[in-house]
């Protein structure tokens, strides 16, 4: 990834591992490690202890899927209620004649918000190193404790994502998000 690329996504890098970190925090696991944002492969990481149950596993490794997708519709949704301010939310109107008739400080607000709830939903999937952990973890406690199964298919469900990401599966989420966050707020309004 080139140097404007990752700058433009470090939003959702940074939200990503301070979610991982957050949950660390809360469940006691000690942090050896933290970048939440750098220039290279990974983009960022948390490197921890070892949880003491799967559970924990489980939350560290998913917590930044639900950590961005919630930021990541608020965003959307203030964007959707900023550009509501506009007039009646009729999609192509709005779109291409109340944003380029609305105020310089309004259209910079639009941009900040459609461009963080997009980068921070592009990098709500956990990663492929999210899942190795699980999959490690689930590997050596299947037979002591049979419930470490139920897991699985979110295990396999990660390495999906991340196989399907050439597809721009990532990209699809995070435009769901807009979507979704759309139809809400034309549903509440």
Request: aromatic content about 14%; hydrophobic content about 55%.
């Amino acid at each position: 990834m080139g140097y404007l690329s990752s700058l433009l996504t470090a939003p959702g890098v940074v939200v990503h591992e301070f979610a991982h970190k957050t949950v660390c925090d809360l469940t006691g696991v000690p942090v050896v490690d933290v970048s939440y944002f750098q220039f290279g492969d990974p983009a960022g990481y948390v490197r921890h202890q070892e949880p003491s149950t799967y559970r924990t596993s489980f939350l560290i490794s998913v917590a930044p899927f639900f950590v961005n997708t919630i930021l990541a519709l608020v965003l959307f949704t203030g964007f959707w209620h900023l550009l509501g301010t506009l007039g009646p939310l009729e999609f192509e109107r709005v779109l291409l004649e109340g944003v380029i008739d609305a105020p310089l400080e309004m259209q910079a607000g639009l941009v900040v918000l459609a461009w963080l709830g997009f980068v921070i939903g592009l990098q709500a999937f956990p990663s492929t190193g999210d899942a190795n952990t699980l999959w490690t973890r689930t590997r050596g406690e299947w037979r002591s404790a049979p419930l470490v199964l139920v897991g699985l298919p979110f295990v396999f469900l990660i390495y999906l994502v991340n196989l399907l990401s050439w597809a721009y599966l990532h990209v699809f989420y995070a435009a769901a998000l807009a979507v979704g966050a759309f139809v809400g707020v034309v549903t509440l309004v």
